[in-house]
């Protein structure tokens, strides 16, 4: 058992004369590490640690040569944050695929910038006093490190230390007058996370008090976003001349988890929990796309589908997202995150990634037909020309660095243990494995499933104790529960779904047995977004299905091993609405492969053909490079169908995935 939890309790039972406490969360996030990815799960993450994450280190400046070890990369801006960037991801990737060589290295590397750290506590390049947003990844991953280390580890040791040595230091500037400015006061709860798990650990209660005092001023001072995000002022259409940085998309969505951190401090889970879901409410309802994202290619877009997300919004929304669920007061507010989180961890995050994980643009659209190198009229007001181009750091190297959280941290939080119920939490269905610390004793929990490839999931349990099982059943099934069928130690039962979860009590056992399993038909379905920009799209499951643009891409530049920058072209005809009443072919589900969502109708997963109405091109124009606005159609009869091909929407590059629709079809639904 980790002191983790055993120093939650003693600071809370000294409170009464405490001035500051941390509560305990209903959910306990499990160690990284415990946590581990199995089937496509695990093919998508030994794939990308075997790319970017390993190779990053061999080739790329920001961290083979980083500021942080001496070198003179990883300086953009004045900032410092690309190797921490690469930490917060590599650290827990190598921990669940037990990756002794990326374990090593990243141990290195933590263990160089550790011995560089200054007398006065100071982490990292010190070249100017306020910048103190740079460490706040860097804490990230010490927080994970910690975890995923035995506590035998020598390494382990020094963590604590470096961590409190430059809170300290940190909180001797801000006494001194630097100010709490900037990215380091609109990212701040990142880093109070992190106090509150330091204070969680630290073994005399004085240090914990101090480090909750500290937060609390943290708190205090930073930006204060439940107001932004109640008030006025809240961009509801794409933000439009000079844009301030809280406006921001990736300071936006790390803004989400504001309210769901500070609850652990505070107390006020229920203000914590509103905070954090009126914040993504706002991004969603206002700014929100298809693929599970709000639109934001470098400031808030709205609504229109060819606005962009910048790959760095996508994998910080999943981050504040998890920490909304984990903290979540009860259930109900916990499936509104976890709805939110599993689209876009099955959507928009491969979305924004090559099939092979070597290459990422920086922006990824619901609708486009190229992503270029070098466009000079592109349709984002506020980002490079190269923004839309696959490829190493294309635009800008932030999402290069930092995109290798988005699966790790997925990842990690597929369970959750909740002490006080005696339960174990399966927030989201994807194949994975644990081995429990407290509940059922060290039970063993597998998930085996192709899910969302698929349409079975079943849960294979071995424990010493009995213990529950609390599974949260995805929306779509939610809407229509009478599709699916549930077998509770292979009988047929009736689901009870509550608040989005059921509940199954598990006997104790010396065997690995199936102890539930669900299965389903998922048929295509049509969803007419409330936006009228955006017309309608189509789903299979939690899988936003895009249309297949016969995408080939050129490469424009090589870089070491496999990394290189591509022009993407479509070579099929991009303008294609939605008949009143699509009539669709047999879904084809295929066995993920080595490259789980491959950009190829012949690999990918999911494919389903679907009738569709050919939209004139004088009726669609294209605007900046991009399709312009979605047209209003208007009857459909005798007007060209024809029967086009749907990929999942990770399994392409470019696509239409927000549709035109006739008038018909807005009537009847
Ligand atoms: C790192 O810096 C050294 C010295 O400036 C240089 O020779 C080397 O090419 C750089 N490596 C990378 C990957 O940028
Ligand atoms: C830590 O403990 C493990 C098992 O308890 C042992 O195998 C390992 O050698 C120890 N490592 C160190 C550095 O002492
Ligand atoms: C938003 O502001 C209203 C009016 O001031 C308040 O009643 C509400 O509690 C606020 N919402 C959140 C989530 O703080
Ligand atoms: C697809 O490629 C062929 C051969 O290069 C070309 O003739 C055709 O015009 C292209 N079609 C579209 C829709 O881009
Ligand atoms: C799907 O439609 C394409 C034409 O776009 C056709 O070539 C293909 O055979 C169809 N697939 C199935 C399974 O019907």
């Not at 927080?143 to 604590?160: I, M, Y």
């Not at 240090?207 to 509801?236: C, G, I, M, T, Y």
């Not at 080939?552 to 070579?571: H, I, P, Q």
Request: aromatic fraction near 10%.
């Amino acid at each position: 058992m980790r002191e983790r939890s055993a120093l939650c309790f003693l600071l809370l039972s000294g409170a009464a004369a405490s001035p500051a406490q941390l509560h305990a969360p209903r959910w306990q996030r499990l160690p990284t590490g415990v946590v581990k990815p199995r089937g496509w799960l695990l093919q998508q993450a030994q794939l990308q640690a075997d790319a970017l994450t390993s190779h990053l280190p061999l080739f790329w400046p920001d961290v083979a040569n980083t500021s942080w070890l001496g070198g003179d990369s990883d300086i953009s801006g004045g900032l410092h944050e690309s190797t921490p960037y690469w930490l917060n991801g590599a650290v827990p990737l190598a921990a669940q695929l037990e990756d002794k060589q990326l374990a090593d290295v990243v141990q290195r590397y933590v263990e160089g910038c550790l011995d560089r750290q200054s007398s006065s506590g100071w982490l990292g390049p010190d070249t100017d006093p306020s910048d103190f947003w740079s460490r706040y990844p860097f804490l990230l991953a010490l927080v994970q490190l910690h975890e995923a280390l035995p506590s035998n580890s020598s390494l382990r040791a020094r963590l604590v230390p470096a961590a409190l040595g430059f809170f300290g230091e940190m909180e001797r500037r801000l006494d001194g007058g630097v100010g709490l400015g900037s990215f380091s006061s609109w990212r701040a709860h990142d880093l109070i996370w992190t106090i509150h798990y330091f204070a969680g650990v630290v073994q005399k209660p004085p240090d914990a008090q101090k480090l909750l005092a500290f937060a609390e001023r943290l708190h205090r001072e930073a930006e204060d976003w439940s107001v932004w995000f109640n008030s006025s002022d809240f961009p509801r259409k794409a933000v439009e001349g000079s844009p301030t940085q809280v406006q921001h998309g990736v300071n936006n969505a790390m803004a989400v988890k504001r309210g769901a951190v500070w609850a652990r401090q505070s107390g006020q889970w229920a203000q914590g929990a509103a905070e954090s879901q009126l914040a993504w409410d706002m991004l969603s309802l206002y700014h929100g796309q298809p693929s599970g994202v709000f639109s934001a290619d470098e400031f808030l877009a709205g609504k229109m589908p060819s606005r962009g997300t910048e790959l760095c919004a996508v994998v910080e929304s999943m981050w504040s997202l998890i920490l909304t669920a984990q903290l979540s007061p009860d259930d109900q507010h916990a499936t509104a995150a976890l709805d939110s989180l599993e689209l876009l961890a099955f959507n928009a995050l491969p979305g924004s990634l090559a099939g092979d994980l070597w290459s990422h643009p920086y922006l990824q659209f619901a609708n486009s037909y190229q992503a270029l190198q070098g466009e000079k009229d592109h349709v984002w007001p506020n980002d490079g020309p190269d923004s839309a181009m696959y490829g190493l750091a294309p635009n800008y190297e932030c999402c290069t660095a930092n995109f290798h959280q988005g699966y790790a941290k997925f990842i990690a939080h597929l369970f959750f243990e909740d002490p006080v119920m005696m339960a174990l939490v399966s927030p989201i269905w994807a194949p994975a494995a644990v081995t429990t610390e407290f509940v059922g004793g060290g039970a063993e929990v597998e998930i085996r499933t192709n899910y969302p490839f698929g349409q079975e999931v079943s849960y294979y349990v071995k424990s010493p104790l009995a213990f529950g099982l609390k599974i949260r059943i995805p929306a779509f099934l939610r809407e229509s529960p009478e599709s699916l069928q549930f077998l509770f130690m292979g009988m047929e039962q009736p689901l009870k779904i509550q608040d989005g979860f059921i509940f199954i009590w598990i006997t104790a056992s010396t065997e690995s047995r199936e102890v539930a399993r669900f299965s389903w038909r998922a048929e295509p379905q049509v969803r007419v977004s409330p936006a009228p920009e955006q017309g309608a799209s189509v789903f299979l499951g939690p899988l936003l299905m895009a249309l297949d643009l016969k995408e080939d891409r050129e490469c424009v530049k090589s870089y070491e091993f496999l990394a290189a920058d591509w022009n993407t072209r479509g070579n099929s005809s991009w303008r294609w609405a939605l008949p009143s009443s699509p009539r669709f072919g047999e879904v084809q589900w295929r066995q993920p492969g080595r490259i789980p969502v491959k950009h190829d109708a012949t690999a990918c997963p999911v494919v389903v053909n679907a009738t569709l109405l050919k939209v004139p091109d004088n009726l669609w124009p294209s605007q900046h490079n991009a399709p312009g606005p979605l047209p209003e159609l208007f009857g459909e009869a005798g007007e060209h169908q024809e029967e086009r091909v749907l990929l999942a929407y990770a399994c392409s590059a470019i696509r239409i995935s927000a549709f035109p629709t006739s008038k018909q079809v807005l009537l009847v639904s």
